[in-house]
């Protein structure tokens, strides 16, 4: 322990700078400003920031990020391994080689810093700070650097057993479909309730925090292998969207088509990303092929899809020139609602239902493509570039010496 911040970085935060200028090479970066900096300062140690700023921006072996740092593997590795356990990084096997990517703020390590039950992190503070990072002057800050983009990071998932009967659901549409196709799934924690549990705030909808957000693929084995989530069948993973779809909850997913990575179970007071579509970031999330609508005729106004609805969507329906209707009906605001269906089975006078939206736009087939949009809209395409074009070199150079 350095003076009182728990052998953190103490008196030090501009020797966060490289790293910040690291993580900004992602394609979600993170606003620099003094929250950010003394965040960073208690989820990294000194040496954990100096060998996070040297991370080159694909994976990297123990020998490739020695160079980088000039450690020895004796030294490196130790603060490689605190690093993966904290969720800095990510550890991934692949033969006899281990190879080690660093992990983005969001979504990543800010996740997975409450993925874990943590003492060696002063944890209400680290919540505070995080929400405040989040909320904090939302035009012009993490909020508008994550969900102010065209090209969304995630989108919702629909309800498949509300979809209209003359529609078939596509495989990436539906949380089960992903699930069945996964090669080995895991739920932990939600990030975003285990946080509000540190300032002292519970779930409305009383959804749980443990064992309901599930991870897929790579991610989900080193999420197990390093204690942030638990191995589960894919039994276990479609029960707990059963559960979502009890709690009226709403699935979100990578915006892209082939092999996603997760499905967390969202509800409207918890959750940063619906906090950020009902600040008024109403496409900062990609929305389903669907959306809600009303019958007015079966509407009774009883209120309880407003409670449904994670993102604000459903309000008091007012005529042309904005005076309420003589009968109080709901309405569904097009430009808000993202076609989940998590609150038509809240509606006991089967009012609402989903129609086809149009103009829907299909995500980006996978990851590389997605993040290459981006990275083209944030202007950060070029030293992805550089970095691989070195690499190829690198291995060029290596199979004709």
């Not at 995080?130 to 983009?149: I, R, S, W």
């Amino acid at each position: 322990m350095k003076g009182s911040n728990m052998g953190h970085i103490a008196n030090a935060k501009s020797s966060l700078v490289p790293l910040i200028d690291r993580l900004n090479k992602y394609p979600i970066g993170l606003v620099d400003n003094e929250i950010l900096r003394e965040l960073l300062s208690l989820l990294f140690d000194e040496k954990e920031a100096f060998v996070g700023s040297k991370f080159p921006l694909e994976e990297a072996t123990l020998s490739e990020l020695g160079k980088a740092t000039k450690m020895n593997a004796d030294e490196l590795l130790p603060v490689l391994e605190s690093m993966a356990d904290k969720g800095l990084i990510m550890d991934m096997p692949y033969g006899e080689e281990i190879y080690y990517l660093l992990m983005p703020g969001v979504i990543g390590f800010f996740e997975f810093t409450f993925m874990k039950h943590r003492k060696d992190i002063p944890v209400e503070k680290v919540a505070g700070l995080m929400t405040k990072y989040f909320h904090d002057d939302p035009q012009h800050g993490q909020a508008k650097e994550f969900l102010g983009t065209k090209n969304q990071l995630t989108r919702s998932l629909v309800y498949e057993e509300h979809i209209p009967v003359n529609s078939e659901v596509v495989s990436y549409e539906s949380a089960r479909e992903i699930i069945k196709n996964s090669n080995f799934g895991a739920a932990g924690m939600c990030y975003c309730r285990h946080k509000k549990e540190h300032e002292g705030k519970t779930c409305r909808k009383g959804a749980p925090v443990e064992n309901v957000c599930i991870s897929l693929g790579n991610g989900a084995r080193f999420l197990s292998r390093r204690g942030f989530a638990q191995q589960k069948s894919k039994e276990e993973l479609l029960e707990i969207i059963d559960m979502a779809h009890h709690r009226h909850l709403t699935h979100l997913t990578d915006n892209i088509r082939n092999k996603p990575t997760f499905i967390c179970n969202c509800c409207s007071c918890c959750c940063e990303i619906m906090a950020g579509v009902q600040m008024g970031y109403f496409d900062g999330v990609a929305k389903t092929s669907y959306i809600a609508t009303i019958d007015p005729e079966l509407c009774d106004y009883c209120g309880e899809c407003f409670t449904a609805c994670n993102v604000g969507a459903i309000g008091l329906k007012r005529s042309n020139d904005g005076k309420e209707k003589e009968k109080r009906v709901s309405e569904v605001k097009q430009e808000i609602c993202l076609g989940c269906g998590a609150c038509i089975s809240a509606c006991e006078k089967g009012s609402i239902s989903l129609t086809l939206r149009e103009n829907y736009v299909r995500p980006k087939k996978n990851k590389r493509d997605l993040f290459k949009s981006v990275l083209i809209e944030k202007h950060r395409l070029s030293p992805f570039i550089t970095g691989r074009v070195k690499k190829e070199a690198k291995k060029l150079f290596m199979s004709n010496g």
